[in-house]
């Protein structure tokens, strides 16, 4: 969660690692505003967030049917999401609230410890699934060590760790402080010096969007120029039409849901630097940071619906579930002797 804020009484600016004073002040009807959308906003991308990544994490877990490659990485990245999402309701009461952190010093640590590594694990997933699928499909023969189950579990293992070591700073820097001016507790990174927040931005703009974007680009211009060889006879014209559309679609998602975020984080570090100086670039930035971090949040809600539901894969998988679900409970019911034969059969 990003705070960059300019409170609407008084000129004071705070602007998310340390307290100074500015002359510039956010006009109070946009702030009013932002408290007003923000929450509701954040409270639809919880609720559609947690219902599409809780069935998809059912689908994936329930059957007793050993997983795919493409199972485990969706099931990790469904569980990133999910995790990231849980988080946001601490920010929904904050926003409320008006930025008044309640939770205390351990919760504003690590909540947003637990938001940035799962930010960080589920655009790395999405990297993972792009490139599993360039593999099954552009380099099908070449990749069978890399599509095994095990070396899966292992790349999986690994994005974990290291979404664990991204969020470090926030470990170490995330506080909160009482700010007089503007009547609040406010939970925010206070790093050392500015150099810091500009060094720490040019690393998540680094892991979390220009290289996995370069890679899911590669791999999208790969496997549509792939589906569109007429030497694929695997695929009808039909099949390989949608598939090249629905693969075009997931990359749109994700720039549209982060090129807005990365490049105001980009005109923020550019503003720092006074190559944007001027009250007007300053509000540009409060209001278009808060923004685009809320649009980047959605792509959340989105990769269940792109990558999972949308396929028929998942859909044969989630009606299987459903009827394995449905018989188990009338073989629980009725406890006849049909049930039982057809329990040992599956079996």
């Not at 002359?23 to 009807?29: A, F, G, K, P, R």
């Not at 996995?212 to 120029?225: D, E, G, N, R, S």
């Not at 720039?255 to 975020?261: K, Q």
């Not at 959605?298 to 579930?321: S, W």
Request: proline letters at 3%; charged letters at 15%; aromatic letters at 12%.
């Amino acid at each position: 969660m990003y705070v960059k804020l300019t409170p609407n009484i008084t000129n004071y600016s705070f602007n998310g690692t340390v307290a100074n004073f500015s002359d510039c002040s956010t006009s109070s009807v946009v702030w009013e505003w932002i408290y007003t959308v923000q929450p509701a906003y954040l409270a639809l991308i919880c609720i559609l967030g947690i219902i599409g990544n809780t069935m998809v994490l059912c689908v994936f877990c329930l059957p007793k049917k050993r997983c795919t490659v493409p199972d485990i990485y969706l099931g990790n990245l469904a569980a990133a999401d999910l995790i990231m999402i849980l988080c946001l309701p601490f920010w929904f009461v904050t926003v409320i609230n008006r930025l008044n952190w309640v939770f205390g010093a351990f919760l504003c640590r690590m909540v947003n410890v637990v938001i940035v590594m799962n930010l960080h694990c589920s655009i790395l997933f999405l990297m993972l699934v792009s490139m599993d699928r360039y593999q099954a499909l552009v380099n099908s023969l070449s990749s069978r060590k890399m599509r095994q189950t095990s070396s899966a579990k292992f790349i999986c293992f690994g994005i974990w760790i290291c979404g664990l070591l991204l969020s470090l700073p926030v470990m170490l820097f995330r506080t909160v402080q009482y700010i007089k001016e503007m009547n609040a507790n406010i939970c925010y990174l206070h790093f050392p010096s500015e150099e810091w927040k500009v060094i720490h931005n040019l690393i998540f703009s680094l892991t979390c969007f220009l290289l996995p974007a370069l890679v899911i680009t590669f791999c999208t211009y790969h496997m549509i120029k792939a589906l569109r060889q007429n030497d694929m006879k695997k695929l009808s014209v039909e099949r390989s039409e949608k598939a090249a559309v629905l693969v075009l679609i997931v990359l749109l998602a994700f720039f549209c849901c982060w090129v807005p975020y990365h490049i105001f984080k980009l005109l923020d570090i550019l503003h720092f630097y006074n190559l944007l100086p001027g009250c007007l670039w300053e509000d540009v930035l409060d209001l278009g940071i808060q923004i685009s971090a809320y649009l980047a949040y959605t792509n959340c809600c989105l990769n269940p619906i792109l990558y999972v539901i949308v396929g028929k894969h998942f859909r044969r998988k989630a009606k299987d579930t459903f009827w394995q679900i449905i018989k188990h409970r009338k073989c629980a019911g009725q406890q006849n002797l049909y049930c039982m034969d057809r329990k040992i059969m599956s079996e």
